[in-house]
């Protein structure tokens, strides 16, 4: 469990991702906007939901403040917004096809918060946003220039 100081440092992070996730989702809808069509974001995680461990002293899990920052800009998983979350369950070499499968599920977006699933995501697609987070450092990994 973090402290509280840690919380703070989760939160502020997620605070980052989720205002960027909006925007590239209303950004990349801009021309879809007649259709109405429903954003669909997947979200590449390491395990399994039940599995998460917390990552604020409140005990929610990354997901959960992620969904949280989602609600409060007025997105809901179901109604406002599709969220395929596909687990590894514990098997990073699992990635790729995880991140092909983003690809069949025609994503408008992908989440990831581990170097190996960025990784799959960034060799899938050149062409669908990722959104990173808690990625300790992307430019020295090679995942962003």
Do not use: W
């Amino acid at each position: 469990m973090l402290t509280n100081g840690g919380d703070a440092m989760m939160l502020k992070k997620l605070g980052l991702v989720v205002p960027l996730t909006v925007a590239l989702l209303t950004g990349s809808l801009v021309g879809a906007q007649q259709t109405a069509k429903i954003p669909r974001l997947c979200y590449l995680a390491p395990y399994p939901l039940a599995e998460l461990p917390p990552v604020t002293a409140t005990g929610l899990t990354a997901y959960d403040a992620f969904l949280r920052g989602l609600r409060d800009l007025g997105y809901v998983e179901g109604q406002s917004l599709t969220i395929d979350y596909l687990s590894a369950d514990g098997q990073f070499a699992r990635f790729p096809i995880l991140a092909n499968a983003c690809l069949r599920l025609q994503a408008d977006m992908i989440v990831v918060g581990t170097t190996p699933a960025a990784r799959a995501a960034k060799h899938a697609t050149q062409t669908i946003p990722i959104v990173l987070f808690g990625i300790g450092d992307p430019v020295g990994t090679g995942l962003v220039a």
